[in-house]
């Protein structure tokens, strides 16, 4: 899949699914199966034409998000292949209907909310609100300066201190960061790609300094590049560096971060940047096999690796088809580590995933009704099996979330956990005739698309060749179009819209960040020792250019003598040159 | 640079941007593709173009519009950056436009520097891309 071409796997694969699907199955007595047409058929000229001629105007050309289109209603006939095997139990393969033999029951998800703005002081305050709050897990945003590898005194910089997160130029800020949390008992997600292995020395280093040992810290760093270049596009090497420096991150962590999940595989922003759900579950997989290969490339063992990819998701307002992808995930994930890789180990083929609720169906106009919208796709999320949510807060549309939006987007959570009886009963929308014939659906299109991936050579050369990115380009047009027709509605935007300036309150972030960072910055580099930070950078740069070095161990000297973030991702940029995305318009 | 052609039926010429680290690029690649289908010519910069090399481009395509979109809260050192740049270059006369999240206590402040449309998420194309033909427009009338 990565640098594939020549898999015949892929293709077979395609086929057989679709195949299968046409075949009868077990699970249905024949005869049985034989009224329920004749039933369906009888209801559809008679009960159903009676009432459409009797009031006309039905909708017609339904389908959902990602243009699948709709019956109007789903029988056993739809899903007459089913072999229950092919759907299981909880905790046991293909673990459609859930990772754990137990579910919510056992524990419910975990609450994480994003955060992170302004300078250190500021994110380490808002998360400290949120431990007191319940939260139960941690999670840092950075600004754009740190997400590009740059210091905060850049020229690039200038502006975007703190804007979008926090801002961490050197290990000082995430000392502050993390001040007074203890990092043995919490887990961190930082949300971080292209400096990921800088920040997870960070992060190190900071436990190393509260007497953490680094083989107890629990965490995330999202450090999944694929999806930068197909969506997000914060890179800064071309693609052959950034793998090379997962695969370096992959192998340190493997021997001394064993409970750290260095890559976090992200649908989510496949899915902001515009594409279909079918899109997001097809391409998120993809890159989750190019990891694995990637990993089998650097010698490591699928059972020593697998079980610390995790998953994150997105979840939006297309509410059945949603929790049919995270369903379909799911499966697909078990069975192609199975038969493609051959994997045995169980807690290898169970996908466990993060999900967030969809910032682009947000509407910045009539903010409150992004409440709703944000329970709907948050309840969408559990039914689906996530293992942890975030939940946007109303006003995002606008800006970075005030206080007290944070609160109800984290009550909503809490609302779906303790009053509505979701968490009750492991995957309980299976068995659905719609849910269960849609989740096939999702899976049909997902082989489909992994085999037009390797037919193009592979995720690599499909990435470079502008592919992936030219198919949610144009799916997100075609979405954009469809609400500027009217045929997809927005509430509040194309529909029930009305003139308003409704203020909402934001929060502000001036220029006192960048100041307030500067002035640290310059600080630490008066205090620090020159010689020391050379000597660590200038093996930085020996392990950079030597292709079968790893370099986190000198990356996690350097940090240790505050080498600045922009200095160390320098020294890459020195190395391996920067990338010009293929232009795919 | 020499005087651009002003013809009045001219093709209006575009040139979409984020002149930041920003790699959002949903909107703008909607964007560009619907000024093509409201018959512009597009020119996309492409990602993580700085506020110098966006004027410059502009300048270098002779495009009679600058649309410019941003969704990481630097607009209001980016958008005018670009609008002093261009200025400068001798580009007086190119329409520079905007988009993005801009909150509203921000607007006024870029309208007076002649930067218009602000937009936000959702915005209709049709309101768009009339708001872009009006400006150009106004410009070759001046």
């Not at chain 1, 997001?280 to 010698?299: I, K």
């Not at chain 1, 192609?336 to 180990?345: A, M, P």
């Amino acid at each position: 899949m990565l640098r594939g071409g020549k898999d015949p796997y892929w293709k077979r694969k395609a086929k057989s699914v679709v195949e299968q699907r046409a075949e009868s199955g077990t699970l249905y007595d024949k005869r049985a199966l034989e009224q329920v047409r004749k039933g369906v058929k009888q209801w559809q000229d008679t009960v159903y034409k009676e009432w459409n001629d009797r009031a006309p105007g039905e909708r017609k050309d339904v389908q959902t998000a990602s243009g699948i289109p709709l019956k109007p209603l789903y029988t056993p006939d739809d899903v007459s292949n089913a072999d229950y095997s092919d759907q299981g139990y909880p905790g046991v393969y293909p673990y459609l209907r859930g990772v754990y033999p137990n579910m919510y029951r056992g524990r419910l998800w975990t609450m994480r909310m994003f955060s992170g703005f302004g300078t250190p002081e500021d994110t380490n305050r808002r998360l400290k609100m949120l431990l007191e709050h319940g939260e139960t897990g941690l999670s840092v945003a950075f600004d754009m300066p740190t997400l590009y590898g740059y210091d905060c005194d850049h020229q690039r910089a200038h502006g975007e201190v703190g804007r979008c997160g926090v801002n961490v130029s050197s290990l000082k800020d995430m000392e502050v960061i993390f001040g007074g949390i203890p990092l043995g008992k919490v887990s961190t997600s930082m949300t971080i790609n292209a400096p990921a292995t800088v920040l997870t020395c960070m992060y190190a280093g900071v436990a190393k300094k509260q007497g953490v040992p680094m083989a107890k810290l629990r965490g995330t760093v999202q450090a999944d590049m694929l999806k930068e270049y197909i969506a997000q596009k914060e890179w800064v090497y071309p693609p052959e560096a950034h793998l090379r420096l997962v695969r370096d991150l992959m192998v340190f962590s493997s021997k001394e971060m064993p409970l750290w999940n260095y890559i976090s595989v992200s649908g989510y922003h496949i899915r902001e940047a515009g594409s279909s759900a079918v899109q997001e579950l097809a391409f998120t997989l993809a890159d989750g096999f190019g990891y694995v290969e990637l990993g089998l490339e650097a010698g490591l063992k699928v059972e020593q690796f697998a079980p610390r990819l995790s998953f994150f998701f997105n979840s939006t307002m297309d509410f059945f088809e949603e929790i049919a992808k995270f369903r379909a995930a799911r499966r697909i994930w078990a069975t192609v580590l199975r038969d493609r890789y051959g994997v045995k180990d169980k807690r290898s083929l169970l996908m466990r995933f993060h999900t967030q609720t969809s910032g682009a169906s947000l509407t910045w106009q009539q903010p409150l009704n992004n409440v709703v919208r944000t329970a709907i796709e948050a309840l969408a999320a559990v039914l689906g099996g996530t293992q942890s949510l975030h939940t946007n807060s109303y006003d995002e549309a606008w800006a970075l979330p005030t206080e007290q939006a944070v609160e109800v987007a984290l009550r909503t959570q809490q609302i779906i956990a303790e009053e509505t009886g979701a968490p009750a009963v492991a995957d309980p929308l299976g068995g659905s005739y719609y849910v269960e014939w849609l989740t096939e659906q999702m899976e049909e299109e997902a082989y489909k698309y992994f085999d037009r991936i390797e037919a193009a050579g592979g995720l690599l050369k499909a990435i470079k060749a502008g592919y992936l990115q030219r198919e949610i380009a144009e799916n997100s047009y075609r979405l954009s179009r469809r609400v500027e027709e009217g045929k997809d509605s927005v509430v509040g935007v194309n529909k029930y819209s009305k003139t308003e300036k409704e203020p909402i309150e934001t929060l502000k972030i001036d220029f006192r960040a960048q100041r307030a960072q500067t002035r640290r910055l310059a600080s630490v580099k008066k205090m620090r020792d020159e010689t020391k930070v050379n000597a660590t950078l200038a093996r930085l740069e020996k392990a950079f250019e030597k292709d079968d070095a790893n370099s986190i161990y000198p990356m996690l000297d350097a940090v240790m003598q505050y080498a600045t973030l922009g200095e160390i991702v320098g020294v890459g940029r020195r190395a391996w040159g920067t990338y010009r995305e293929p232009m795919i318009l | 640079m020499a005087k651009k052609s002003t013809a009045i039926q001219r093709k209006i010429r575009i040139l979409v941007a984020k002149p930041g680290l920003d790699g959002h690029d949903r909107g703008v690649l909607v964007l560009a593709r619907a000024f093509r289908d409201a018959g512009m010519e597009v020119i996309y910069s492409g990602l993580l173009p700085s506020p110098e090399e966006v004027a410059q481009m502009a300048i270098d395509e002779d495009v009679d519009v600058v649309a410019l979109s941003l969704l990481n809260g630097a607009h209001m050192t980016a958008f005018p950056k670009v609008k002093r740049i261009l200025d400068r270059l001798g580009g007086k006369d190119i329409v520079v436009v905007g988009g993005g999240i801009i909150p509203e206590e921000d607007k006024p402040k870029l309208m007076r520097l002649g930067i218009t449309g602000l937009y936000g998420p959702g915005s209709s194309f049709e309101e768009i891309v009339e708001h872009v033909r009006g400006r150009v427009r106004e410009e070759r009338w001046r």
